[in-house]
């Protein structure tokens, strides 16, 4: 099994341009979450989908939108990119239950000049 | 809502020492409790969990970590530190009617010989 998958692994965008990151997991996991990742802040969550078909704000949602396109799969699209969102992203599942393991992906490097 | 602090962006132990990294949480019900590491370019991995089971869990790699629901703490311990423990350690929080994780800014372990 492969796990969590991401692509891309890096990505270099100019302010304004858009781009979508792909995850996918082959666990049959219900719940996929992305977060982004920045120097002394820790974690913080984008968005998350609780279950194929529901999509739900996190923390720091503004600037991005998400797609569960299947059960496999969860896409974050960046609309116009903004250096703000310089950062390390990183998708996540897990069953869907409070005691579950979330398993991430290895992560987007993504700067925006 | 919940939050989890860490005490300390940075600790530094000799190999062979021990290892204490501290996390004290905030929660308006009972908390579920993870540990979480990180090794260099790479995404997030579990150490352990608590799910109100025992209160002194073990982990992979000779950690573990006891919660005290008195002191609001779930501090990591590891006996004798390696090398190979260098690593980034996030201490997280699952709380309330979701399943959706609080992570604390990190620690950042170095490990010297």
Redesign the interface.
Known sequence: NAG?TQTPKFQVLKTGQSMTLQCAQDMNHN?M?WYRQDP??????IY?S?SEGTTDK?EVPNGYNVSRLNKREFSLRLESAAPSQTSVY?C?S?E???????Y????TRLTVL | AQSVTQLG?HVSVSEGALVLLRCNYSSSVPP?L?W?VQYP??????LL?Y?SAATLVKGINGFEAEFKKSETSFHLTKPSAHMSDAAEY?CAV??GS?????????TLLTVNP
Do not use: E, I, W
């Open positions: 969590v719940s979450y002394g802040m820790g974690l913080r969550l998350y609780a996190g990183f996540a897990s869907g239950h409070r005691t579950d393991t979330q991430f992906g290895p992560g | 962006s579920y993870f979480y370019n790479q995404g997030l991995q579990l969990k799910t996030f699952s709380g979701n399943y959706k994780l609080t992570f604390g800014k990190g």
